[in-house]
């Protein structure tokens, strides 16, 4: 046990003695120590130059300074010392004046030192539970702080801190060369759909630490998510050295891993970039990057290409999907579906979030994969985001005015960081409400972690109107982006919703990821904001979130996205879930 640092600040000349001597034992024992200031004024002195005093005992009535000042000038440092006052004058109006200057106790002399003891005990307590949280609460940080640049499957770096590096590399004089490598792998999907998600997950950490031992010290890898990579090489030498890098990874990635008892060959198509000065972002690398590797899959897989200009030539298509997407915002070619939300507590389903979906004229279903980007890019998100409060806002209205079924379910609404810098969002989402006469407290409205470092004043002013007009606010994929941590409470936020890696990574055997996920609960209702897991698909992971003391689940245990039709089902038969 720690030795405990006691301050007695008191003008009687006794008192060193008398507390020397009633507590000798522990003194002795290394327990406690204690220091002596005769005043306000010195006691300041002793804390300047000893700063791990643990508790202050201090009487009111002193020359120079007396405790009730002293009091006043420890709180102005926003010291976390635990104060006990021990005064001849007991009277209430000095009891208040102490207590209101933050005393952690109040005394009357003459001492009680058995009281004084006990006194000192509960304070020391309560230090060492502070202390104890505050360690927890560090290495809860810590852990998440490494969460938010590492990828949850491979411990790659994640895309996150593959931004922040090369944004840095940007800022260099570009007197040196540097290689991006984009890699695809080439048939993952195949393998992924054949032999199952865990197989799959165990070929990603196969190739991961084959390209991490390929690249040793000569360059960082980061995995991007899926079956995609990324890989920096700086200083460079010349672009001769970063294709003789390409081809040595293709050959390794061309040699078979065996995955239980298959003999699997993965192969990838690689684009390279050669770093120049017409770069001055790292979106703009990542751009050509990834023409360079869908021209090199086009090539037919397992080759790489270094980009060239021409190969732009290709955004024409890209430029179409633009178009057709304006079209389609004002036809039927756009629906929702509703993936149920259900509560751990009732087993009933108590929201759905609502997911966009494209059934183009010509080329059928369109991913969101491909034109949620295609919209960020052309603009469109925006008009595409009060399209979806629209829909929902229309079918809630129909649905409130059919049956009661309905009434006090929460829709979830994804908002791009896009929409979050607009300074009137508020007041066009009133607008919407307004005209369909629907509550607020019944949209929550998702936000993706990474969000809430870009344009903080603006995105944070607007979260403020958001939830001031009733608008409950929710984090999505939680743990996959770099929120900062010490500012994580300053936002309006209701629900965290925990990344469906952290909940795969649960059922793989790691004790870490199940560690992971329960520390971020316990964040959450410290904080005091409810909890939704992504991604349930198994009856153990269900088990696991509700002795983990989750709040709600989401996932395909339960059901897929389905139709407004089939979600009124669900709520008018209102099984029990689980």
């Not at 290394?30 to 000893?50: D, P, R, S, Y």
């Not at 508790?55 to 009111?60: G, K, M, R, S």
């Not at 990574?505 to 904080?527: C, D, N, P, Y």
Request: with cysteine.
């Amino acid at each position: 046990m720690e030795t405990a640092r006691i301050l007695v600040v008191d003008d009687e000349q006794g008192m060193q003695r008398l507390i020397r001597q009633r507590f000798r034992k522990r003194i002795k024992a290394q327990e406690l120590t204690f220091l002596f200031a005769a005043n306000g004024l010195e006691a300041l002195q002793v804390i300047k130059k000893e700063a791990d005093i643990d508790v202050i005992i201090t009487d009111i009535n002193m020359p120079e300074m007396d405790g009730l000042s002293l009091l006043r000038n420890i709180a102005e440092t926003e010291a976390e010392y635990k104060t006990i006052v021990v005064s001849a004058f007991g009277d209430i109006p000095n009891i208040r004046a102490a207590m209101n200057q933050g005393a952690f106790d109040f005394l009357t002399k003459p001492i009680d030192f058995y009281d004084l003891d006990t006194t000192i005990q509960k304070a020391l307590g309560l230090i060492r539970k502070i202390q104890s949280r505050k360690q927890e609460l560090e290495q809860l940080k810590d852990q998440l702080f490494y969460q938010a640049y590492h990828d949850p499957l491979t411990d790659l770096y994640n895309r996150s801190w593959f931004f922040e590096r090369v944004s840095t590399l940007l800022e260099r004089p570009q007197s040196e060369l540097y290689g991006v490598l984009f890699i695809d792998l080439d048939r993952f999907k195949l393998i992924n759909d054949s032999l199952g998600h865990l197989s799959g997950d165990k070929l990603l950490k196969l190739v991961s630490a084959r390209m991490r031992e390929q690249l040793q010290n000569t360059g960082k890898i980061a995995r991007f998510g899926g079956d995609e990579f990324i890989i920096l090489l700086e200083n460079v030498p010349s672009k001769k050295v970063v294709c003789e890098f390409a081809d040595r990874l293709k050959q390794i990635l061309d040699i078979p891993f065996y995955i239980e008892d298959y003999e699997v060959f993965i192969g990838a198509s690689i684009g390279i970039i050669i770093g120049s000065k017409e770069y001055t972002k790292p979106e703009e690398l990542l751009r050509d990057a990834d023409i360079a590797m869908y021209s090199a899959k086009s090539q037919g897989r397992g080759g790489y290409q270094v980009f060239d200009p021409a190969m732009q030539v290709s955004a024409v298509e890209t430029l179409q999907l633009q178009n057709d997407l304006r079209r389609a915002l004002e036809s039927d070619d756009l629906y929702l579906l509703y993936q149920p939300i259900v509560s751990l507590l009732t087993g009933h389903v108590d929201g759905f979030e609502v997911l966009t979906r494209w059934r183009h004229p010509q080329r059928g279903a369109i991913s969101p994969i491909t034109f949620i980007p295609i919209a960020e890019e052309a603009g469109l998100i925006i008009p595409l985001g009060l399209w979806v409060l629209n829909a929902v806002c229309d079918r809630l209205s129909q649905a409130q005015i059919r049956a009661d079924v309905w009434r006090g379910i929460t829709i979830n609404v994804n908002v791009s960081a896009l929409q979050l810098c607009q300074s009137d969002l508020a007041e066009k989402m009133a607008r919407v409400l307004n005209k369909f006469e629907i509550s607020a407290t019944q949209i929550k409205l998702e936000i993706t972690e990474s969000c809430l470092l870009d344009q903080y004043d603006v995105q944070m002013s607007t979260l403020r109107s958001l939830k001031n007009l009733g608008f409950k606010i929710c984090i999505d994929d939680f743990g996959t982006g770099y929120s900062s941590l010490s500012r994580l409470h300053e936002f309006p936020i209701d629900t965290l919703k925990i990344d469906r890696y952290f909940i795969r990574e649960m059922t793989s055997g790691s004790q870490f990821r199940v560690e992971t996920v329960r520390m971020i609960i316990t964040l959450a209702h410290t904080l005091g904001m409810d909890v939704v897991a992504e991604g349930v698909e198994t009856a153990e992971q269900l088990q696991q979130l509700q002795a983990l003391s989750c709040d709600a689940i989401q996932g395909y245990l339960f059901s897929k996205p389905v139709s407004h039709e089939i979600a009124d089902s669900i709520l008018r038969n209102r099984n029990t879930l689980f």
